[in-house]
């Protein structure tokens, strides 16, 4: 049995009957792996390379993936998501991957990038995309560019000046999120809940707004739209637009 250690290289392997607690497998390489129900727990993945696996009805807790990278994988099985607790994804990338129904249960995602991934129905509960990079200076950052987050539960999201461009947040909870500054060009949040949504200063541009009713937001000093907008958010407020 091959065994779990720093840079070991995995192919075609069902891992799900091995016991990764406490394992270290820094810069390990898994290509079209299997990993099914599996909970793992205190296991170090920095900067691991996962191409093409499954891991699906996993819990991975207190786990470290910082600098990771996850490029065509499935987490997701029969409305069945992955569980990330209390671990630690700084920097982590997730390429093309289904994170349906996704629980980032109070998890570090300082600068993590989910590119064009499907994260219908996850939930992000008290995950934190800050840094502190001195004693008064803190950072936010994240990239969710080109992703589904339909039915999302994103309430009270802190996440000023992410990247949310052309993501989909049909039916999504955003109540009470910071998108502060965000990059929302082209996305769309036809009936997403939105009371209290921070928007001051965010890139709205080209974006799917009817329904969103600016006085119910949290903030919206400096909110970039279009002309083409304009009617679409006055009639959401209450006010007739005329064409004439």
């Known amino acids: 049995m091959q065994p779990l250690e720093p840079n070991a290289v995995f192919k075609g392997l069902d891992l799900s009957d091995r016991d990764f607690t406490d394992a270290d497998l820094t810069e390990a390489v898994f290509e079209d792996c299997r990993f099914e129900d599996v909970q793992v727990s205190g296991a170090g993945f920095e900067g691991a390379r996962f191409k093409a696996c499954r891991l699906v009805r996993c819990r991975f807790a207190h786990a470290e993936f910082r600098e990771a990278r996850f490029e065509d994988c499935v987490f997701s099985e029969a409305q069945q998501g992955v569980a990330f607790a209390f671990s630690r994804l700084d920097e ?64 009270e999201l802190r996440l000023p000046g992410g990247d949310f461009s052309r993501c989909s947040f049909r039916e999504a909870d955003l109540a009470n999120a910071d998108l502060e500054g965000a990059d929302l060009r082209e996305a769309d949040l036809f009936q997403a809940s939105t009371f209290g949504l921070k928007l001051a200063r965010a890139d709205l541009r080209g974006a799917e707004v009817s329904g969103l009713d600016l006085k119910a937001l949290g903030s919206i000093e400096g909110l970039r739209v279009t002309l083409d907008q304009q009617a679409a958010l006055l009639t959401a407020m209450g006010v007739e637009v005329s064409a004439t």
């Open 92 to 155: 982590a990338v997730f390429a093309r991957c289904d994170l349906s129904f996704a629980r980032f249960d109070r998890a570090g995602l300082y600068g993590v990038s989910f590119e064009a991934c499907n994260l219908r129905g996850s939930s992000f509960i008290k995950a934190d995309f800050a840094k502190a990079l001195g004693r008064s200076i803190v950072r936010t950052a994240g990239s969710f560019a080109g992703s589904n987050l339909e039915l999302a539960d994103l309430a």
